[in-house]
């Protein structure tokens, strides 16, 4: 598996794809039960990645549909894969389901969209501006230190591995101006990550777009994250203080697809959203 892989997201695709084949044979679980001698709980579990099938559960299954050499090929790899353990699993102790789920996603993802109308989003973050926006929040989340230490490794960890690798997936962001004047630590801390910023939005495969103060937003929402995949359904992450939140209803997420085009539209081009964050850099200079 390469280290942008997910072993969570591939149990999910390896899950879909059984449910797929049997589906396309017309099977209910009860019958695939019945026929392997297995619970229908069982057959229900593997398809909703709820828990991992055996190598020989998973050669049993390709058997009962028939699938040809090749899938199966794929289908034991996946398998392999989601047996695997992230790197991130060893903050497990220390970090919510909900954004271990979310670091298991943006592995396997090729596209994010980001709206982010009060804070730098976390890929774009220095480490210093990172620190002191965690110890601002620290009183409302009391989070011990160690896991304020362990959400910055991870937060480095994941832009390493997403924008500074051969095969960088691409991000899409949308700041609202306040971004840029919401001070977390002093003015150096602000300058400098506003200068990373500009840094940042010139690599190829990095938009940023500036949502000027003097234009309404076009949507009410908080900040959100839209992820695209190459062979997988597009989902949304929402962020809210108590956690962040999946969405994966195909409606519900077209809604976020849409809203972010909007925001898109409003905000303004790479070169003008450039040219605010440096006059926005003299403010803190």
């Known amino acids: 598996m390469s280290e942008r892989g997910s072993p969570a997201f591939r149990r999910r695709r390896l899950g879909m794809e059984l449910r797929r084949l049997r589906e396309s044979l017309n099977l209910t679980g009860d019958e695939v039960a019945d026929r392997l001698l297995w619970s229908t709980a069982k057959v229900s579990r593997i398809e909703n990645a709820k828990t991992l099938a055996s190598q020989v559960d998973v050669e049993a299954l390709a058997e009962l549909y028939g ?28 970090i919510p389901d909900d954004y271990t789920m979310l670091i298991g996603m943006e592995a396997e993802a090729t596209v994010v969209r980001s709206w982010e109308p009060q ?9 210093t501006y990172a620190w002191s926006l965690s110890l601002a929040s620290q009183h409302a989340s009391q989070l011990p230190p160690s896991w304020l230490q362990d959400r910055i ?34 003015a150096r801390v602000m300058r400098d990550q506003l200068m990373h ?27 959100f994250l ?18 962040g939140r999946l969405v994966e209803d195909a409606e519900t997420v077209y ?18 959203s450039q040219e605010l964050i440096k006059k926005t850099i003299k403010h803190w200079s």
Do not use: C
């Not at 809604?255 to 003008?272: N, P, S, T």
């Open 67 to 94: 699938v040809e050499e090749d899938l199966r090929g794929v289908l034991v790899a996946l398998r392999h894969d989601a047996a695997q353990k992230g790197w991130w699993e060893r903050y497990r102790n220390s």
């Open 119 to 127: 804070i730098v989003p976390g890929l774009l973050q220095t480490e």
């Open 153 to 186: 490794e991870i937060r480095t960890e994941r832009q390493r591995t997403l924008l500074y690798t051969p095969d960088p997936l691409t991000h899409v962001s949308v700041l609202h101006e306040s971004v840029l004047r919401n001070q977390y630590g002093d």
């Open 197 to 223: 910023l500009i840094e940042v939005s010139e690599l190829e495969h990095v938009e940023m777009r500036i949502l000027p103060q003097v234009v309404p937003p076009p949507v009410s929402t908080g900040a």
């Open 226 to 243: 839209h992820l695209t995949f190459p062979d997988f359904p597009d989902v949304v992450y929402e962020e809210s203080l108590p956690g």
């Open 255 to 272: 809604m976020y697809e849409r809203a972010f085009g909007h925001l898109m539209e409003r905000a303004l081009d790479e070169a003008a």
